[in-house]
């Protein structure tokens, strides 16, 4: 099983980004896909979800900002990211999740900065 980040950089604040997480090894249409990020300092924290019947789920810090999607046919989720700010720098991770079968991507590093 591979999850594989890509799109991450540095951007200056109201700035946007879009993440890209490619799955390979699993049936991605049968797994809850989330986004989690990590500042330093700070634990790991949820920050999108879509789960595999259409449900999707924000932490409150990024609703309205930011936007999680995917394409099952291409085996990718993404999270796009607008207006972004400075305490959005993280690293931010994909994970997938089914049935207790949970597995991380390597993780893409955002820097919001001016």
């Known amino acids: 099983v591979q999850l594989v980040e890509s799109g991450g950089g540095l951007v200056q604040p109201g700035g946007s980004l879009r993440l890209s997480c490619a799955a390979s090894?699993?049936?991605?249409?049968?797994?809850?896909m989330r986004w989690f990020r990590q500042a330093p300092g700070k634990q790991r924290a949820l920050v999108a979800a879509?789960?595999?019947?259409?449900?999707?789920d924000y932490a409150d810090s990024v609703k309205g900002r930011f936007t999680i999607s995917r394409d099952n046919a291409k085996n990718t989720v993404y999270l796009q990211m607008n207006s972004l700010k400075p305490e959005d720098t993280a690293v931010y991770y994909c994970?997938?999740?089914?049935?207790?079968?949970?597995?991380w991507g390597q993780g893409t590093q955002v820097t919001v900065s001016s």
């Open positions: 994970n997938a999740d089914m049935s207790g079968m949970n597995y």
């Open positions: 090894g699993i049936i991605f249409r049968m797994y809850t």
């Open positions: 879509y789960n595999s019947e259409g449900r999707i």
